[in-house]
């Protein structure tokens, strides 16, 4: 038996796959934390970091040190980062290329944190740096509104005109800057092809240049070979000349055409621009949800955003469109075999963690009033493929040491066995002592309030559906303004104890139909009714001035210049005829010159001929036409006396007839008479 | 091919043990048949690495079956396809789908499923006919076949004196 063994083939087996096992153990944590990083920047639009990624082995397991995934929109933040993940690992089905994590603990984890360095992917850097600029001045000038909105509110229940005007993204701001954009790319083109055009004074030196060159006959064949010489030069420069104009028309026609399409834009966008306010700050059903906006600050509005955002960013994650495909294609290929899936109580989808768990600071609410405490979060069965474990994914976020807080609790499932997906969220808190929230108008405070909040959202196939209510308690409400409307608004509240507010969203995700509405709104509205319609006509006006204003900043002075265009377009066409005649110009060679002379005389003597041989022609004619005449008339003759001689014997044949019908008549007469 | 050839004759008249030589014909058939990258064959490469199993003809062997394996593919799958869908065998693969190891295995794949249990229904005839041939034909052939011409041709080859040499070193 020991025979059959082959010692040393087991030694080298030994050796090479323990080779190739240490060589694995040294190279997977570089290649996972490069996979991490290129995968992970693909899925999230930005740069993911990783710091380190080590392998530990009873129980199998990995630690992940210093994650920071950027955010795409603002890459000197952080999406999500941690400190530390520590996930275990299922070795066999890790054979199988299937990563199944049990559980993954994460410590240190920040939303929103600051980066040392952008986080945009390197092919759009620029963009994201111009993106992250823009955002910056965005943010700058909101405070500044804010700053300004708060002085100006005092006698105001509406937003200012201007306060609406830089709060709202224009569409006429967009088509002016669009249009400025335009214009200053064409002029510069249009400039560039003009400057390097003939003027007036070159194209008369042209035609001084051309006439001297073709005037009078060629003396000599030096001196043609010189008149050659200087038209062929000439004639380059015409056509370079030609192609300058011609360039220069495309230019000025493809510069027409796009500010004339731009400039159409701007000239709606007022309208439109004016339509869309009207819609948003009027009393109406939807405006009157702004104004419940306004009372609770921009605070509510900004957190539901970047929940939305957050939302919006983590969607195409969930669904694994690529997994799917892939599947349809193994199925089709069949020569490749295929794998049969059978029930298992192990379902293993090609990433699969189990359970993760972190804790997260809570942020604060309302703004510089500290944070408000800790939430326990657990995510259950993370995977792009519910469909193979049949499970959605789950969340449970717990309040934890919570200031001013009894309980909070998030519960979530995002639903995606079906092509369809649902996710749904639902949010249950209670009894929230809230204090000193400022209030978006006549510098109103919520001194205190012990509130409680229920909401729920369904998200369908990138549709949402939200139904939140507030309800606030213990209601004291106050105001540092002296102005009489801050007066009059804390004398209204002041009876009101208790009030709701409900709020629904529905609609695309990017653009929900958001609806806030509270039974304080209509105790207020019922008090400044009349104020309101006065004020709200009041801002129509001044919002359709501002507009006007704001076309006229960005259109007034280009007008002009669309017709200074057409002027040009006019002057190139005139060129470039002038040119053309030019041109059509020959210089013919010194021998064409004398063959012409020899053509011509030859030309002279044909036509002489020519002539002569015309005249005998017609005479020959005339007489033929004479004869054929004298023939004519002599037949006609002919013709005549025929005719006279036809009836004349007619005639004499009636009367012999009428003679023998007379003797006939006596005859018989004689007879029976 | 005449590299082969040469392989195959080199082996064929030279000492080694007809058992060894068709044991590495018969181990030779999973490498080639199956998928190569499949755990098996870790534990066939093993098994070859440590009975004193013919590599030349292992290797020989591996890459023929692989070759032949372009062409049975279609029927592996099928065989495969039929043995995973049969519904008498459903239990068990059911009973092996729920551990990691067999699942690490990829025994639910119809070409590796096909390829496998075909490479071992032949492994047990491949030994047995391989090494009668290769008994008969050196008691019987040898001496004729080393006279043809080809053989004299492939002998002169520097492929076959390449083998040669390192048959010697080995």
Known sequence: MMKWIRWSGLAGFVVVVGLIAALWLLAIGPLMKMAVEKYGSEAVGAQVNVEEISLGFSPLSLTITGVQVADKDAPMENLVSFDTAVATLEPFPLLLGHIIIPDVKLSGVGIGTTRQYSGALSFDSNEQQVEVEKDKLDEDTATENVTESDSTADSQVLPSADEILNRETLLTSVHGEAFEGAYKLHKKAIDD????????????????????????????????????????????????????????????????ADLEQKWSQLKDAPKQDLTNLKGKYTLDGVGASNLAALLFGEDVGGYAETALSYYEKLRPLLVDDEAKAEKQALLDQRLNGRLVHFKSDNPLPDFWIKTLSFSLTLPEFPQDSGSLGQVIVKVQDITQQQDVINAPIKLWVTGQNLKDISSLAITGVLDHRTSTGSDSFSLDLKQWQLNNLKLGVAGLTLLSSNTNVQGKVVFVDEQMNLVGKGLFNQTKFGSKKTNTFAKEMVAALKSVEQFTVSMSAEGAVTSPSVSLKSDLDNQLKVAFDQRLDEKQAELENKLKEKLNDKLLSYGGKYTEQLKALNLTEGSLKDKGKALEKLGKAKLSSYEDQLKAEAAAKEAEIRAKAEAEEQRAKEKLEAEKAKLKAEEERAKAKLEAEKAKAEAKAKAEAEEKRKELERKAKEKLKKIFG | MFNLLAKFLKLLNGDASPGQISLGFAFALFVGLTPFFSLHNLIILFLVCVIRVNLGAFFLGSAVFTLIAFIVDPLMISVGESLLNNPDLTSLWTGLYQSDVWRAFKFNHTLLLGSVVTASVLFIPMVIVSRIIISVYRERLMKWFEKLQISKMIKASKFYKAYEKLGELS
Not at chain 1, 223 to 235: G, I, M, N, V, Y
Not at chain 1, 237 to 254: E, G, L, R, S
């Open chain 1, 193 to 256: 092809a003009i400057s390097s055009l003939p003027n007036e004074q070159g194209l008369k030196n042209y035609e001084a240049d051309l006439n001297r060159i073709l005037k009078g006959k060629f003396k000599s064949v030096d001196d043609f070979k010189q008149r050659k010489k200087e038209f062929d030069a000439l004639k380059a420069q015409f056509k370079k000349d030609k192609q300058a104009i011609a360039d220069a028309k495309m230019a000025v026609k493809n510069g027409k």
